[in-house]
């Protein structure tokens, strides 16, 4: 008969493997979801208009603006975002519009 002691370091050693692997298959399954949403977001309606020297594209999902690209004339274009859906828009770090991610508020209906 085994005692207690002698099947205890053995079992300690499978812990981590099975920690790792339950870890694994959870970022695995949360992870193709996500590429899925990502690859069906619609594209977004982009209009452009001329505002006194400069030039605004407003970008919109679902009749959602999220976006306004502001381009100067004679200056470094730049983004203005909505990234909760309340109406402010901040200046974003973003440079261009491959960059643009649409906000999930903005892909309700």
């Known amino acids: 008969m085994r005692s207690t002691a002698s099947i205890a370091p053995h079992s300690l050693l499978r812990l981590p493997t ?3 692997t339950g870890l694994l298959l959870a970022v695995t399954a949360l992870s193709a979801p996500l590429a899925v949403a990502e690859s069906e ?3 977004p309606q982009i209009t452009s208009r001329q ?3 400069r030039q605004l594209r407003e970008y919109r999902v679902n ?3 999220y976006a306004i690209e502001i381009i100067p004339k004679g200056g470094a274009p730049f983004f203005l975002l909505d990234s909760d859906g309340n ?3 901040i200046k ?3 440079t261009s519009a491959s960059q643009l991610k649409v906000p ?3 892909l309700k209906k």
Do not use: I, T
Request: aromatic letters at 10%.
């Open 18 to 20: 099975l920690l790792a």
């Open 41 to 43: 977001a619609p594209k």
């Open 51 to 53: 505002q006194d020297d």
């Open 63 to 65: 009749g959602h603006l």
């Open 87 to 89: 109406g402010n828009f």
């Open 92 to 94: 974003s770090s973003v």
């Open 104 to 106: 999930g508020w903005a």
